[in-house]
């Protein structure tokens, strides 16, 4: 009988594309969505908590670059019935099917707002995950584009409520039915057939969606026969004319020095389209309607260049881009772009419903923001740890316990160590693992005693740092207390080092 092949171990890796995150990942980013929320909320704004799995039909053919949904999402089919299931992609189309779905008992407008992750079956790169995090706040139900210029203002409220400065983002409106008017006169567009050119569309928008990527010669060979590049990989192109493709790049760089001015020459661009007039007229309520809220120009512009590469959107659409200069891997300064975005998407539910839905929305990735805050500084890479009690004795593990419980009871992160207590200085090193600000020793003479010793580890890890911090070394790196003191003494023991 043939020797059965022993299985190799399995390789202790996340699969590719994927990541771990730690504690303080983990922390810093709940104390960010939670600052985000409080914004969401104060606007009237509900959490929804939607299924990570949804069926491919409800997903719908959205997902950027792709031409249907198995081609870029995790899925698979269902043994039963035969549907295809897939991890939802963004936290949008989930929306559409809840507001569909619970119509009738929904209040309408619908105000919602959604955090958590989703998946791409994307190729993974530098910086790009197929797992990530994303936080949405959505309006159902109401035509106007007051709820537009609403997202727009609350979007600029979260991010300097996360420590984002005024000065320091930009949020730019733009509107698809300008885009659209533009794709009129260039051609692209039947206002009899909107189906007609539909392929043809979906190419320029990704292209011109990417022009901060490839610029404005690939941006053009996109529009054109397509786009070669420097991997040896060939996108294909729309097969747009050198005329039409001016006629699109003219509305890309429509921007003036005021808002005002910008509205004007997209008139010109539109010329007799009465869609791309109506988006017009649109861009100019949103911007009175945010100056009337003190949402000038330094915080909410009109840009002709932001277009969104999903081709649900179907009428104003906006980014929201931090302006500050940061390092790249190479040394050289380059802003760090563009961090959130989101726009009206009115035939997203009606997909469900037969019916026209108006929605609008925006989505922040989670990730980039706080990879912004720690750029800025906002945030701190390193998070006070538990107090550890030390374990000296093993029988009197009880009294150990007891110690936590009552730093607990008074608000003070604390555990007990629960390895092998034999190697003290082993304890020491893990509770500097655990990035602990005090450790607590009793041994039984300690505890015959009444007393403990508590130990300021916070000092001891800036001596180390810095030996000429004279204003420290006055102080005691260790000391005894009365037992019944422990909760006090520790308290002002972690507030000296917070205060310094």
């Not at 929306?95 to 009738?104: C, E, G, H, T």
Request: aromatic share 8%; hydrophobic share 40%; glycine share 10%.
């Amino acid at each position: 009988m043939a020797k059965q092949k022993k299985q190799p171990r399995p390789k202790a890796e996340p699969p590719k594309g994927f990541r771990d995150y730690f504690g303080s990942d983990v922390i810093e980013r709940q104390h960010m969505l939670e600052k985000i929320a409080q914004v969401y909320r104060a606007y009237g704004f509900d959490p929804l908590e939607t299924s990570a799995v949804e069926t491919v039909e409800a997903l719908g053919k959205f997902l950027p670059d792709v031409e249907r949904p198995n081609a870029g999402v995790f899925g698979w089919q269902e043994e039963d019935d035969g549907k295809w299931l897939a991890l939802r992609y963004d936290l949008t189309a989930p929306l559409a099917r809840v507001a569909a779905q619970f119509r009738n008992d929904l209040p309408s407008p619908y105000r919602r707002y959604a955090m958590g992750p989703v998946w791409r079956n994307e190729k993974p790169g530098p910086g790009r995950f197929r797992q990530f995090y994303q936080c949405d706040a959505d309006t159902v139900g109401a035509p106007s584009v007051a709820a537009d210029a609403e997202i727009c203002g609350m979007l600029a409220d979260a991010l300097e409520a996360v420590g984002i400065p005024r000065g320091d983002y930009l949020v730019r409106v733009n509107n698809r039915k300008v885009l659209n008017g533009v794709m009129e006169v260039a051609g692209v567009l039947d206002p009899a057939d909107p189906d007609r050119f539909e392929d043809e569309r979906g190419i320029v928008l990704r292209a011109i969606d990417k022009f901060d990527k490839f610029g404005e010669a690939g941006v053009r060979a996109l529009m054109g026969e397509g786009r070669l590049d420097a991997s040896g990989d060939f996108t294909k192109g729309a097969g747009l004319s050198d005329a039409q493709a001016d006629c699109v790049m003219g509305f890309m760089t429509a921007k003036r020095e005021s808002g005002a001015a910008t509205v004007a020459r997209l008139r010109e661009l539109v010329g007799t389209s009465r869609t791309g007039a109506e988006g017009v007229d649109e861009l100019e309520m949103i911007a009175d309607l945010l100056l009337q809220q003190g949402y000038g120009p330094d915080r909410i512009e009109i840009d002709p260049a932001v277009v969104r590469g999903l081709g649900y959107y179907t009428g104003p659409v906006f980014e929201a881009e931090l302006t500050f200069d940061i390092l790249d891997e190479k040394g050289r300064k380059r802003q760090f772009g563009s961090v959130a975005g989101g726009g009206r998407y009115d035939d997203l539910v009606k997909r469900f419903t037969g019916q026209p839905v108006p929605a609008t929305g925006v989505s922040i990735g989670v990730d980039r923001l706080l990879a912004a805050l720690r750029a800025k500084g906002q945030v701190s890479p390193h998070h006070q740890g538990p107090v550890v009690i030390t374990v000296m004795d093993r029988d009197r593990m009880g009294d150990y316990l007891a110690m936590a419980a009552e730093l607990r009871a008074a608000g003070i992160r604390a555990e007990v160590y629960l390895g092998n207590p034999k190697n003290f200085g082993n304890q020491l090193k893990y509770a500097d693992k655990r990035e602990s600000p005090v450790a607590v020793i009793q041994g039984s003479d300690e505890a015959a005693r009444g007393v403990v010793q508590i130990k300021d580890l916070a000092l001891g890890a800036k001596l180390a740092q810095d030996a000429s911090l004279e204003e420290w070394k006055s102080q005691p790196a260790q000391m005894e207390i009365a037992r019944a003191d422990l909760v006090a003494e520790v308290r002002n023991m972690m507030a000296r080092n917070e205060g310094n």
